[in-house]
């Protein structure tokens, strides 16, 4: 019986391997190229592309794709996300086709603009409070709160600091960023995979959502069509309003590189401003690439809040659109500060 096993096992083995193995991968031997050495570019220049033929195969066509967008031997890349990319080349030959792939770095061909911020206004802020998302709504602050046994969801008065309405989430979810849409709030736990929803008025939960591909929860806003969702990489996820489902994604890059631990996300005419975790600067972020066009330093901000043993860094960034300023503050910070942003 056991011999039997043995040559079961044996054949199925044999089975998988022949079965990897056959699926035309390597039939024509076809080389995708392209003209950069390191397969990196700016996305001001132009790409080229060259298929290697060493079996000199009979080639009738050949369909090149990049972001599943049909793309030319050479072509512009303005018009492409940044980060790393995937182009394929679909090569029609002897009555069959094969995809050839080959990995890109798109990089932005612009250096970030420095902005600087001019402070408006103080107002008090629960200093107990670990604030991971924040955002407006008619005029009302909305904000999210993390630490295992410290959760919560709040209403607040944000002269005056008071909370309006308060709920707390379960001991063993730490809490993350929140957006609000259609009358709802959608807020984001940690680790667990899993994000709830709540009706704005009454604050009562009515519905949850798992997460797809990103693994972890980090931050979220919406541009009232969709909602975009952090997971600590540099991974910006847009998500479907009514299923939460994530569609697609893009990846933050400046002309240097990826940015990565984007974390809590505000939507500000037409671009991303995103805390980047344990850092007090904000990146300014284009949507439609992910170019990483500005960036904003609060660190001396910190040096206004009460200092203590507890002491974290900046994150929580709002827009209201009824002052037309921007409120930010920190983790377990006692100001909430109102300002200007302003572009050098």
Known sequence: MDIFKHLIIIFLSTLLIACGTNNGKNKGGFILKTNSKNNTFSNNEHLALSLENPKNQTIDSIVFKLDNKK?????????????????EAVVYFNNEHQSVFQNIIILNNEIPKIFTYKLINEYPHDITSYTQGLEFYNDTLYESTGQYKESKLRKVDYKTGSILKNINLADDYFGEGLTILNNKIYQLTWQKGIGFIYDINSFEKTNSFKYGKSKEGWGLCNDSNVIYKSDGSEDIWILNPETLIEQEYFQVYTNKGPIKEINELEWINGKIYANRYQKDGVAIINPKNGAVIGVIDFSPLKKLVKQHQGLDVLNGIAYNPKTKTVFVTGKRWDKLFEIEIIEN
């Open 71 to 87: 793309i030319g031997e050479s072509s512009s890349l303005i018009d492409f996300k940044l980060g790393k990319q995937t182009i």
